[in-house]
């Protein structure tokens, strides 16, 4: 069945610092991928999309590029603060089947 | 404001005991998901609903029914809950599936002894 595959499953950084957290697809059908935060007792905030018409797209210190043909897309939060730090899930999903396919999740941890 | 509830939030059960998690959404939106968080294992979908009276079994819908009478209303039902269904569990909604963001609920931790 389809898939999403999320790395690393942890990933620290000193604050200021770049991270990045990787995310491979497997349905070819695939066309929206959000990336969702989720602080500790909350459930999970979007904090960037993307379709696959697009290539990259930015919000102030997030982006997410996305690479169709690779079937991967990426989440880079760069000049990173404390209040980064929670667990973050990509997600994969086409309107034809209604379903969202999430990965496995990454915690980030940003040492002041 | 706009919100999905959920509620009770925290559940302690035992084993058998039929139990129902409630879901409202004041956003008009048509559909609406249940998803259970496992640790290692992230976001896992239970059951969708596309709209009123339409629902569709995601990826691990065993032991599990809901049902959609109302647009605002999405329960998740437990007929005989059992120890693996111990999870903490979201609802969401959103507009435009597979195309826009899902608004998620605060989440309802679920033990079952």
């Known amino acids: 069945g389809e898939n999403v595959e999320q790395h690393p499953s942890t990933l620290s950084v000193q604050e200021g610092d770049s991270a990045v957290i990787k995310c491979t697809y497997s349905?070819?059908?695939?066309?929206?991928f959000p990336w969702y935060k989720q602080e500790l007792g909350k459930g999970p905030q979007l904090i960037i999309d993307?379709?696959?018409?697009?290539g990259e797209k930015k919000d102030q210190r997030i982006a997410v590029t996305l690479n169709k043909t690779a079937k991967h897309f990426s989440l880079h939060i760069t000049e990173t603060q404390p209040e980064d730090s929670a667990v973050y899930f990509c997600?994969?999903?086409?309107?034809?089947?209604?379903?969202?396919?999430f990965g496995t999740g990454t915690r980030l941890k940003v040492l002041a | 404001e706009a919100q999905v509830t959920q509620n009770p939030r925290y559940l302690i059960t035992v084993t058998g005991k039929k139990l129902t998690v409630t879901c409202s959404q004041n956003?008009?939106?048509?559909?609406m998901s249940w998803y259970r968080q496992d640790p290692g294992l992230g976001l896992r979908q239970i059951y969708y609903?596309?709209?009123?009276?339409?629902?569709d079994k995601g990826d691990v819908p065993e032991g599990y029914k809901v049902s959609r009478k109302e647009k605002r209303n999405f329960p998740l039902i437990l007929e005989s809950p059992s120890p693996n269904q111990t999870s903490l569990y979201f609802c969401?909604?959103?507009?435009?599936?597979?195309?826009?963001?899902?608004?998620f609920g605060p989440g309802t931790r679920l033990t079952v002894l």
């Open positions: 956003m008009n939106h048509e559909y």
């Open positions: 993307i379709r696959s018409n697009v």
């Open positions: 997600a994969a999903s086409s309107g034809g089947t209604y379903k969202y396919i």
């Open positions: 609903s596309m709209n009123v009276e339409v629902t």
């Open positions: 349905d070819s059908a695939s066309n929206y």
């Open positions: 969401a909604s959103t507009p435009l599936p597979g195309a826009d963001t899902q608004y």
